[in-house]
């Protein structure tokens, strides 16, 4: 078996006295997909910031590939093959759909320094992010600007543009939020299509318990900022310290 | 081959693409159209704020980056000019040296103030930009041995580009050309082809990342584009655009002083005429610049004539009077923000 390719070790972040992530290790190899979950508060999105680099860690260490990271700005990340789709949606509001992927393949091209060329004028790019849309089915909302869509279409334009960056390491925050019953297994789909590459790794950050039993090779769970369990789908879910960091009730049995 | 010269970017409207076109012809054909020194010293200021302003928009209505340097760099090539024409002696030579040197310079400092202050929020960049510009002012005023100090320099150009130069026997097209005629079209050239640049950079890839972080930086960061070097690169390029235009003008003006380049009025200006031309179009620049200048130059004539006619009217007269010019400028600046809030362009393209 080949190596993780992402790995953190006792990675933590203080705010001021507060531990939101406290000493995390985990490995995450291709070919698996990875639930994480925990009640609110528990650090989830924060150990995402630290793996991505939109916040730095106060201590320990994020490897891709072997290669430590912890130091590196959030585009070199994404440059390596970190991709992340967000929480909150997080889009270019006011560039059309098309644009929003484009965008993203042109970064990937490397061409964001070419200042000589008519962007338009590259149907290459063009083409293979109307591609893209085709996959997520947003061809038809091509060049509609983005605030002008519905909810559940940004959030769909989100994992398209996650596919777009044809990352190492994908990693889904809570992608069927404030979905639909009908919206979101076509995202779930997505996810699932994305699983199936096996040189694919997934972190999913998720609530909904029929998501992950359907999807999840692995569970981790994180509580209070530590990683309190890590390991098959049916042994996590059955040991008793889940179940106590659940007794809120966070885990949504549909 | 129109498509290739604008890069694409069409005008999207016809009468904004027939004012930009009204615009050109009067501007390519000025010395024969508008005969007179008046109009055309017009007509070169307009070229020249047009180059001045549509760089300022890169930086602003592109990059979303809030500056208020950007007159600094206008100086530094004007500057650059008069202070190499003044060591080398006349000559084209000079003009290019000061032309490099200013230019050089401004990418010195536009890239100095982006790299120590564009990691900052966005109003620290602002003031960080306002106190070196004043600064610069003020060491510009100081320094009467090398620049002049409060009176500027005078700068001699080579004899072809002054009005004692008469290249033709008799009128051409009606017209006695001169060297000052040549010089108006060293400034059109020049200024087109500077227009023309910057609307390839708007819209190349690179100009879409520099929109797509003003849209929203944070998302920019996650998809790969390291930000910072962006907003860098496009502060230089903005820079340098400026200065470029600067040393055109002195040129142009065979003058420089800190008045005609450094003034906080000059930077209001610019400021203005962004807005009232469209944020973030280029095209906003070219009518915007016109509308303004033409305001600022004739609308006192205008008022003049106006006052008169009405002179048979209570209190009108009075309000036309020509020394109420600035009033009127002002009111016309917020009569058109308030209806026109995306600029000109924005208004003849429909957007709201
Ligand atoms: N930038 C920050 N400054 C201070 N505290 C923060 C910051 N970011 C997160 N926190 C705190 O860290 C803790 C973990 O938050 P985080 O958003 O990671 O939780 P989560 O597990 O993603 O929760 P949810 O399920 O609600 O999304 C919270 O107590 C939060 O208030
Ligand atoms: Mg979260």
């Given at each position: 078996?080949?190596?993780?390719?992402?790995?953190?070790?006792?990675?933590?972040?203080?705010?001021?006295?507060?531990?939101?992530?406290?000493?995390?290790?985990?490995?995450?190899?291709?070919?698996?997909?990875?639930?994480?979950?925990?009640?609110?508060?528990?650090?989830?999105?924060?150990?995402?910031?630290?793996?991505?680099?939109?916040?730095?860690?106060?201590?320990?260490?994020?490897?891709?590939?072997?290669?430590?990271?912890?130091?590196?700005?959030?585009?070199?990340?994404?440059?390596?093959?970190?991709?992340?789709?967000?929480?909150?949606?997080?889009?270019?509001?006011?560039?059309?759909?098309?644009?929003?992927?484009?965008?993203?393949?042109?970064?990937?091209?490397?061409?964001?320094?070419?200042?000589?060329?008519?962007?338009?004028?590259?149907?290459?790019?063009?083409?293979?992010?109307?591609?893209?849309?085709?996959r997520v089915r947003l061809q038809h909302l091509a060049n509609q600007?983005?605030?002008?869509?519905?909810?559940?279409?940004?959030?769909?334009?989100?994992?398209?543009?996650?596919?777009?960056?044809?990352?190492?390491?994908?990693?889904?925050?809570?992608?069927?939020?404030?979905?639909?019953?009908?919206?979101?297994?076509?995202?779930?789909?997505?996810?699932?299509?994305?699983?199936?590459?096996?040189?694919?790794?997934?972190?999913?950050?998720?609530?909904?318990?029929?998501?992950?039993?359907?999807?999840?090779?692995?569970?981790?769970?994180?509580?209070?900022?530590?990683?309190?369990?890590?390991?098959?789908?049916?042994?996590?879910?059955?040991?008793?310290?889940?179940?106590?960091?659940?007794?809120?009730?966070?885990?949504?049995?549909? | 081959?129109?498509?290739?010269?604008?890069?694409?970017?069409?005008?999207?409207?016809?009468?904004?693409?027939?004012?930009?076109?009204?615009?050109?012809?009067?501007?390519?054909?000025?010395?024969?159209?508008?005969?007179?020194?008046?109009?055309?010293?017009?007509?070169?200021?307009?070229?020249?704020?047009?180059?001045?302003?549509?760089?300022?928009?890169?930086?602003?209505g592109y990059a979303g980056i809030v500056s208020f340097a950007h007159?600094?760099?206008?100086?530094?090539?004007?500057?650059?000019?008069?202070?190499?024409?003044?060591?080398?002696?006349?000559?084209?030579?000079?003009?290019?040296?000061?032309?490099?040197?200013?230019?050089?310079?401004?990418?010195?400092?536009?890239?100095?103030?982006?790299?120590?202050?564009?990691?900052?929020?966005?109003?620290?960049?602002?003031?960080?930009?306002?106190?070196?510009?004043?600064?610069?002012?003020?060491?510009?005023?100081?320094?009467?041995?090398?620049?002049?100090?409060?009176?500027?320099?005078?700068?001699?150009?080579?004899?072809?580009?002054?009005?004692?130069?008469?290249?033709?026997?008799?009128?051409?097209?009606?017209?006695?050309?001169?060297?000052?005629?040549?010089?108006?079209?060293?400034?059109?050239?020049?200024?087109?082809?500077?227009?023309?640049?910057?609307?390839?950079?708007?819209?190349?890839?690179?100009?879409?990342?520099?929109?797509?972080?003003?849209?929203?930086?944070?998302?920019?960061?996650?998809?790969?584009?390291?930000?910072?070097?962006?907003?860098?690169?496009?502060?230089?390029?903005?820079?340098?655009?400026?200065?470029?235009?600067?040393?055109?003008?002195?040129?142009?003006?065979?003058?420089?002083?800190?008045?005609?380049?450094?003034?906080?009025?000059?930077?209001?200006?610019?400021?203005?005429?962004?807005?009232?031309?469209?944020?973030?179009?280029?095209?906003?620049?070219?009518?915007?610049?016109?509308?303004?200048?033409?305001?600022?130059?004739?609308?006192?004539?205008?008022?003049?004539?106006?006052?008169?006619?009405?002179?048979?009217?209570?209190?009108?007269?009075?309000?036309?009077?020509?020394?109420?010019?600035?009033?009127?400028?002002?009111?016309?600046?917020?009569?058109?923000?308030?209806?026109?809030?995306?600029?000109?362009?924005?208004?003849?393209?429909?957007?709201?």
């Amino acid at each position: 078996m080949t190596g993780p390719s992402l790995e953190t070790r006792d990675l933590t972040v203080r705010f001021g006295g507060h531990v939101a992530v406290d000493h995390v290790s985990a490995a995450f190899h291709p070919g698996e997909l990875t639930a994480i979950v925990g009640p609110n508060g528990a650090g989830k999105t924060t150990w995402f910031n630290l793996i991505s680099g939109q916040i730095p860690a106060s201590g320990g260490k994020v490897l891709l590939k072997g290669e430590d990271i912890t130091r590196l700005s959030v585009a070199a990340r994404t440059d390596r093959g970190i991709g992340r789709a967000f929480q909150l949606t997080n889009l270019f509001p006011k560039l059309t759909v098309l644009e929003n992927v484009r965008l993203v393949i042109q970064a990937r091209a490397r061409r964001g320094f070419n200042m000589w060329t008519v962007a338009m004028g590259h149907r290459d790019m063009i083409e293979a992010a109307e591609r893209i849309l085709e996959r997520v089915r947003l061809q038809h909302l091509a060049n509609q600007p983005v605030n002008t869509l519905p909810h559940g279409d940004q959030r769909k334009l989100e994992v398209a543009t996650l596919i777009a960056m044809q990352p190492e390491v994908f990693m889904f925050d809570e992608p069927t939020a404030g979905l639909s019953l009908d919206e979101a297994p076509v995202i779930l789909e997505l996810i699932a299509e994305i699983k199936r590459d096996p040189g694919a790794t997934v972190l999913l950050v998720e609530h909904k318990m029929d998501v992950i039993r359907s999807l999840a090779d692995r569970i981790i769970v994180l509580h209070n900022g530590a990683l309190v369990a890590d390991g098959p789908p049916a042994e996590v879910m059955a040991s008793a310290v889940v179940k106590e960091a659940y007794l809120g009730g966070e885990l949504e049995d549909v | 081959m129109v498509r290739l010269l604008l890069s694409g970017d069409r005008p999207q409207s016809v009468l904004l693409g027939a004012l930009l076109l009204t615009i050109l012809v009067c501007l390519a054909f000025a010395p024969f159209l508008f005969p007179g020194t008046r109009s055309l010293e017009t007509a070169a200021r307009i070229c020249i704020f047009i180059v001045l302003v549509a760089s300022y928009d890169l930086l602003l209505g592109y990059a979303g980056i809030v500056s208020f340097a950007h007159t600094m760099f206008f100086g530094m090539g004007a500057y650059g000019v008069a202070i190499a024409t003044q060591r080398m002696g006349t000559g084209y030579d000079a003009l290019a040296v000061g032309t490099a040197a200013g230019a050089g310079l401004a990418a010195v400092f536009a890239f100095l103030i982006a790299l120590f202050s564009l990691r900052v929020r966005a109003i620290f960049f602002a003031m960080i930009t306002l106190a070196v510009a004043s600064a610069v002012a003020v060491l510009v005023s100081q320094l009467s041995a090398i620049t002049g100090g409060e009176d500027g320099m005078n700068i001699r150009i080579p004899r072809e580009l002054t009005p004692a130069f008469r290249p033709f026997d008799g009128p051409v097209l009606g017209l006695n050309v001169n060297g000052r005629v040549l010089n108006y079209y060293l400034v059109f050239v020049s200024c087109l082809v500077l227009f023309l640049l910057m609307l390839r950079i708007v819209n190349s890839p690179f100009g879409r990342v520099l929109q797509a972080i003003r849209e929203n930086a944070f998302r920019a960061e996650a998809i790969g584009y390291r930000v910072v070097f962006y907003r860098a690169a496009a502060t230089v390029i903005s820079a340098v655009v400026a200065s470029l235009a600067g040393a055109i003008f002195a040129i142009w003006l065979r003058y420089v002083g800190p008045a005609t380049t450094l003034g906080v009025e000059i930077m209001l200006d610019i400021l203005l005429i962004v807005v009232i031309g469209g944020m973030g179009t280029m095209y906003g620049a070219v009518v915007g610049t016109a509308a303004f200048v033409l305001a600022q130059n004739y609308l006192r004539d205008w008022m003049g004539g106006a006052s008169e006619a009405t002179s048979f009217l209570p209190l009108v007269p009075d309000l036309l009077n020509p020394d109420r010019w600035l009033m009127w400028l002002g009111i016309l600046f917020i009569l058109s923000v308030y209806f026109f809030p995306t600029g000109m362009v924005g208004r003849l393209r429909g957007v709201r």
